[in-house]
């Protein structure tokens, strides 16, 4: 199973859920918190994939 690669825009979102103060490059460089960081941004892309706005439109609701 291959691992799903966050984009910037979900490592982004991720920052921000995890509120940390230190900036998110500095983050990346860190091995520790870069995993902790992918992790949540993952999480986002599973959640993010689940939404569709024109299913939502159409009130089909599965």
């Given at each position: 199973m291959t691992r799903i690669e966050p984009?910037?825009?979900a490592l982004q979102i991720a920052h921000g859920?995890?509120?940390?103060?230190?900036?998110l490059d500095d983050m990346l460089k860190v091995p520790g918190?870069?995993?902790?960081?992918?992790?949540?941004?993952?999480?986002?892309m599973k959640r993010?994939?689940?939404f569709d706005p024109k299913k939502m439109q159409a009130?089909?609701?599965d």
């Open positions: 984009d910037r825009a859920m995890l509120r940390s103060t230190r900036p918190l870069k995993a902790v960081l992918y992790a949540a941004a993952r999480r986002h993010r994939d689940r009130n089909d609701n």
